[in-house]
């Protein structure tokens, strides 16, 4: 949704247009020191002998650098600090955390899972590593998809070693809302705390509100007042209905996110499964000439065949070469001249 698509509505006077443009680019540079302000953050990074904190802010061209010394129990310079922890109140604080406490590892998950890849990752990561969910802060990254598989690239650091590190920033004044896993590519685990939801929250209005305050403005200055007042109702009538429809479309996006991963979930258990047909195409594949099947009954991971025009040991050594059939053994016979086996259904998982 174009946040300015309402402007189309309220059309300047011709002889208007020339101080409209200079009003623009009057605005122009001032809203995006505005937008730009939104990514302004602190950057906190361990050192061995404490801590350093950097300001890092947009159309700024001095950053604010400080140095937490732990020994001497202060922060270097005293006066910066006092700014870096009012700074730390509207703005993330992301800790950078040391190289020697990330693990890194690549695993195959299929495609269908992208629609929530943290809620897979979840999932999968006791069976990729010794660890628990409850265990580490992960993230992940998709390197490749191809053929219905996707390569992700996992980053996570064991609790027991970072929150240590976020104990000392808390105890110092400076609380992290984010963990870097990975600085080159952006890895990044975002904690939950109150400022965290609180900006997050705010910050989805910001960019609306700052534009909505700079085209009024931008229309106070170039548009006659009484243009103004005739087309100002249709333009927020249009806005709110534009606004009616961005909520809906999130309503049907979390609806769909919620589906995907149900269709995901039921499509893996799916693919675990054998069904009829395939034992039937191994078998036709697997029995030697001359075998033949009197009956074949499969429930719930376990089968029985009666098997005839072939001798026991043969049958044996057939079947198992059938990569779905587990503990195969022999039966007593239902009938003279027949061969009945028992076996186990399940595929076999990388």
């Known amino acids: 949704m174009n946040a300015f698509s309402w402007m189309r509505h309220v059309r300047p006077d011709p002889v208007l247009s020339r101080p409209g443009k200079r009003w623009i680019s009057f605005f122009g540079p001032i809203l995006a020191r505005i937008l730009g302000a939104q990514n302004a953050r602190i950057v906190v990074r361990p050192v061995p002998d404490g801590f350093t904190a950097h300001l890092h802010m947009p159309y700024r061209k001095r950053e604010l650098q400080v140095h937490w010394q732990e020994r001497a129990g202060c922060w270097q310079p005293d006066a910066a600090f006092g700014q870096m922890l009012n700074a730390a109140r509207e703005r993330l604080v992301d800790l950078i955390l040391p190289s020697d406490l990330i693990l890194t590892q690549t695993v195959k998950l299929p495609a269908a899972a992208l629609s929530n890849l943290s809620e897979a990752i979840a999932y999968g990561l006791p069976s990729w590593s ?71 929250k705010a910050r989805r209005i910001d960019g609306a509100l700052a534009i909505v305050a700079i085209s009024l403005v931008l229309l106070l200055g170039s548009l006659r007042i009484m243009v103004l007042s005739q087309r100002y109702a249709e333009a927020e009538t249009l806005l709110r209905a534009e606004l009616v429809q961005f909520r809906q479309a999130e309503t049907l996006q979390t609806a769909y996110a919620a589906f995907a991963a ?11 499964n054998v069904g009829a047909y395939e034992l039937l195409l191994a078998l036709a594949e697997h029995l030697p000439d001359g075998a033949l099947i009197q009956a074949l009954d499969v429930e719930r991971g376990r089968g029985q065949i009666e098997l005839s025009g072939v001798d026991p040991d043969t049958a044996l050594r057939a079947l198992r070469l059938i990569p779905v059939f587990q503990s195969l053994k022999s039966e007593p016979a239902r009938g003279p001249g027949s061969v009945t086996l028992s076996f186990g259904v399940k595929r076999k998982t990388p």
Do not use: M, N, W
């Open 130 to 200: 010794p660890f628990d969910t409850d265990e580490v802060y992960v993230k992940g990254d998709v390197d490749e998809v191809q053929a219905g598989q996707a390569t992700v690239r996992l980053c996570y650091a064991l609790k027991a070693k970072v929150d240590p590190l976020l104990a000392r920033l808390d105890a110092i004044g400076l609380p992290a809302d984010r963990l870097v896993l990975d600085f080159a590519s952006t890895h990044s685990v975002t904690l939950s705390t109150p400022k965290v939801a609180r900006l997050q």
């Open 262 to 272: 149900q269709h995901s979930a039921v499509s893996e258990r799916r693919a675990r």
